[in-house]
Nanobody, 128 residues
């Protein structure tokens, strides 16, 4: 049974930083593409970042580019999302996601449907 467990969420002031972590089990993590998504109240879940199996190809939503950094440690079966210069509009529940193969050849790494496994989410609240 695949499990993804996020941690690291919390309350932070605008301009601050948080680091989210995702611990994976039940999956060959080194073969899995990993992504982060978020869902704000009343809004649809949206893509934040994705990273290839080797960690060499990160992708970001325009809204977080140059502020967020996705990374992974295949030896520890973990993935992280470092979030800097946080804004109130970054407030959302953040979800870790994974798929048991490489990045989509179609380039659709930003689509929810490309990911088979999801964590339960962790709340990030940024106060102004």
């Amino acid at each position: 049974q695949v499990q993804l467990v996020e941690s690291g969420g919390g309350l932070v002031q605008a301009g601050g930083s948080l680091r989210l972590s995702c611990a994976a089990s039940g999956i060959t993590f080194s073969r899995a593409t990993m992504g982060w998504f978020r869902q704000a109240p009343g809004k649809e879940r949206e893509f934040v970042a994705a990273i290839s199996r080797s960690g060499g190809s990160p992708y970001y939503a325009d809204s977080v580019k140059d502020r967020f950094t996705i990374s992974r440690d295949n030896a520890k079966n973990t993935g992280d999302l470092q979030m800097n210069s946080l804004k109130p509009e970054d407030t959302a529940v953040y979800y870790c996601a994974a798929r048991s193969w490489g990045l989509p050849n179609s380039g659709t790494y930003y689509k929810l449907s490309e990911y088979s496994y999801w964590g339960q989410g962790t709340q990030v609240t940024v106060s102004s």
